[in-house]
């Protein structure tokens, strides 16, 4: 689960969540999600390459300069 808190103001559309590896995009989790719902329901992917940088940005879609990260990295172990 990907949960954010939304100040209600900046984004008066949809917004995707990407997936950044050590900074780097990896790939877009969702396009199209209603910031105000504050989660998405993401499966990780079985073939996800394990590691313990990962960040998800939100970004708005009407305004690409709107957007927010993690505030801290996350692991994704690999699968026994």
């Known amino acids: 689960m990907i ?5 209600g103001e ?3 559309s949809d917004a ?3 997936l950044y590896k050590g ?4 790939y877009t989790i969702v396009n199209s999600v209603t910031p105000e719902s504050g989660s998405y ?5 079985g073939a996800q390459a394990a590691g313990d940088d990962y960040k998800v940005r ?3 879609n009407a305004n690409i300069n709107v957007y927010d990260y ?6 994704i172990s690999s699968s026994p």
């Open 58 to 60: 939100v970004t708005c």
């Open 41 to 45: 329901s993401w499966t990780i992917p």
């Open 16 to 18: 995707r969540i990407s």
């Open 3 to 7: 949960a954010w808190s939304y100040a």
């Open 70 to 75: 993690s505030d801290a990295a996350f692991t």
């Open 10 to 12: 900046g984004c008066p």
């Open 23 to 26: 900074g780097v995009y990896q």
